[in-house]
């Protein structure tokens, strides 16, 4: 990694042990940042997507790092998306778990009961906002709710972004990088046994102190998901998960860009960023839900219905009945939120595409 302000590229893949001793890999995801225009994007990979392998028979992302290293999961990755991936960074649970613990824990929306048993232990929350710590975090990021295997691969990478977001908001709204950073070297020892990268201490410092510098609404969330995979039957009839090549180059020009997703103009709203919305107000501010529906309008988004929230909200939200990121981050720029105010909770019942709850910290936004 050098030293000026040049755009970077980094592999981030989570593991796990399994009970039977052999490394699982649950996360894989690009991280990309240009310093020099303050932009990041995300880009969530399903790790078990079927893909041509350097060298080999196709087979799982997952077994280019399993069966073979770091740097043949980056090969793998940058054969399949076609542009440079310099840097990997593998984190091991333990790791994730004491990084977040460090960093003061995450902060998250929950938008489902969830009482279930993760790893071996409780895990009970409401719907709302929720702190947890690394252990917890972790728990949360495995749970899936949905009905079919690949929809929970798709869940979780949801719920893996939401983390890395929430990490971001401490970068931003805390002290934890100037408190850490000059302990890395310390830490990263510590941690050694638990975390592969080809970093060094300070290019990771320098890559931290970067993406401070990162506002979170220059930051763009992608993903390789439903709309932009397919199943495929092996030879043997085995169910896999397929890029849509297509797809692939879009999710690659998108994240080498370095213009984030701003929110449109009503002259140039496309369907992707267009919607239909609920507002509810969570605050004490009387007439907040009717000034914000007039102000989204003005920005060419239909808003079916105001009200107030049945509780008070100390945080806003936007909750994603329709899995439509470009909407709904467009939607959280608009009103001047963190994008960690997203939350998707799939629901074909409601008859709106996103439900917005305006918090304490919301504040409207003035008009242009």
Do not use: C
Not at 64 to 89: K, M
Not at 106 to 134: F, K
Not at 262 to 271: D, E, G, I, K
Request: glycine share 6%; charged share 20%; no cysteine.
């Amino acid at each position: 990694m050098g030293q000026g302000q040049e755009r970077l590229t980094v592999l981030l893949a989570g593991t796990s042990r399994r009970p039977g001793g052999e490394t699982s890999v649950e996360m894989v995801m690009l991280f990309g940042l240009d310093p020099a225009a303050r932009t990041a994007h995300l880009l969530s990979i399903p790790p078990e997507l079927y893909v041509p392998l350097p060298g080999r028979s196709p087979g799982f992302l997952s077994t280019a790092y399993v069966a073979g290293s770091a740097d043949y999961l980056r090969q793998a990755v940058e054969f399949n998306f076609g542009f440079l991936v310099p840097y990997h960074a593998i984190i091991a649970a333990e790791a994730m778990i004491a990084l977040i613990d460090l960093s003061g824990g995450v902060t998250i929306y929950n938008t489902r009961e969830i009482n279930a048993i993760v790893d071996g232990e409780p895990l009970t929350l409401g719907i709302g906002w929720h702190m947890l710590d690394g252990r917890k975090a972790l728990r949360y990021a495995r749970i899936a709710q949905s009905a079919d295997s690949f929809g929970q691969v798709f869940e979780q990478m949801q719920r893996q972004q939401q983390l890395m977001l929430a990490m971001h908001t401490n970068l931003l709204t805390t002290d934890a990088a100037e408190k850490l950073l000059p302990q890395l070297s310390q830490i990263l020892s510590a941690l050694q046994s638990s975390i592969e990268t080809n970093l060094s201490a300070d290019a990771i410092s320098r890559l931290v102190l970067a993406a401070k510098q990162v506002p979170q609404e220059n930051v763009t969330l992608l993903a390789l998901d439903a709309a932009s995979t397919q199943i495929w039957n092996t030879s043997e009839s085995l169910a896999v998960l397929v890029p849509n090549r297509a797809a692939v180059r879009d999710l690659r020009e998108r994240f080498l860009s370095s213009a984030p997703i701003r929110a449109s103009s009503t002259s140039a709203t496309t369907a992707e960023d267009s919607g239909t919305v609920r507002i509810q107000n969570g605050t004490q501010r009387r007439g907040l839900a009717a000034a914000t529906r007039d102000y989204l309008q003005q920005r060419g988004i239909t808003v079916a219905e105001i009200g107030n929230a049945p509780q008070a909200y100390a945080r806003s939200v936007i909750v994603d009945y329709r899995n439509r990121p470009r909407f709904t981050q467009r939607l959280a720029n608009e009103l001047g939120l963190p994008l960690s105010s997203i939350a998707v909770a799939v629901d074909t019942t409601q008859a709106v595409d996103a439900l917005i709850v305006l918090g304490d910290d919301y504040t409207l936004p003035q008009r242009p």
